[in-house]
């Protein structure tokens, strides 16, 4: 069974797909060779990797900082205006000075961004999916090689 938050079960598509698209179709089918299966699976597996880094990293690191910025964007002249007119009033406390109220603003601003700004939930296993990314890039290179080299030699 596969545990997944978001939309983290597409690393495990993009690299199983890859693999079985360069490893299966291209490597025993059309060049007709069982030794070509094994380095091309490999590529495929660094490939799906690739997309998977891109993708997990665009959904869990951009996305979210995107968000928290524009969140700010639309969050800061409101609570400015509020804190100039003296209505600001933030956790049931209200400020005693200006300075006080926009200093508060800041905090306030700071604060949502960062929660907003959180990494992502897009993940497998509880592992997001960029890393899987990595460790399929690796693991495809480990792969290509070692077949590539047991192909060559024997």
Not at 3 to 14: D, E, N, Q, T
Not at 80 to 96: F, M
Not at 101 to 121: S, T, Y
Request: charged residues 15%; glycine residues 14%.
């Amino acid at each position: 069974m596969i545990i997944w938050r978001g939309w983290g079960v597409l690393a495990v598509l993009y690299i199983a797909l890859c693999a079985a698209l360069l490893g299966g179709l291209l490597g025993a089918s059309v060049l007709q060779s069982s030794a070509a299966a094994g380095p091309l699976a490999g590529i495929g597996i660094a490939i799906g990797g690739a997309l998977a880094t891109a993708h997990g990293w665009y959904l869990n690191i951009i996305g979210p900082r995107k968000r928290s910025l524009a969140w700010a964007e639309v969050e800061k002249p409101r609570l400015t205006r509020a804190a100039d007119e003296g209505t600001l009033v933030i956790g049931n406390v209200r400020p005693s000075s200006r300075e006080e109220a926009h200093a508060l603003v800041d905090q306030v601003l700071e604060d949502g961004k960062r929660q907003i700004g959180r990494h992502g939930p897009h993940s497998v296993f509880w592992i997001p999916m960029e890393v899987i990314g990595i460790l399929a890039i690796a693991g495809g290179v480990v792969l290509a090689v070692g077949t590539g080299i047991v192909a060559l030699s024997g």
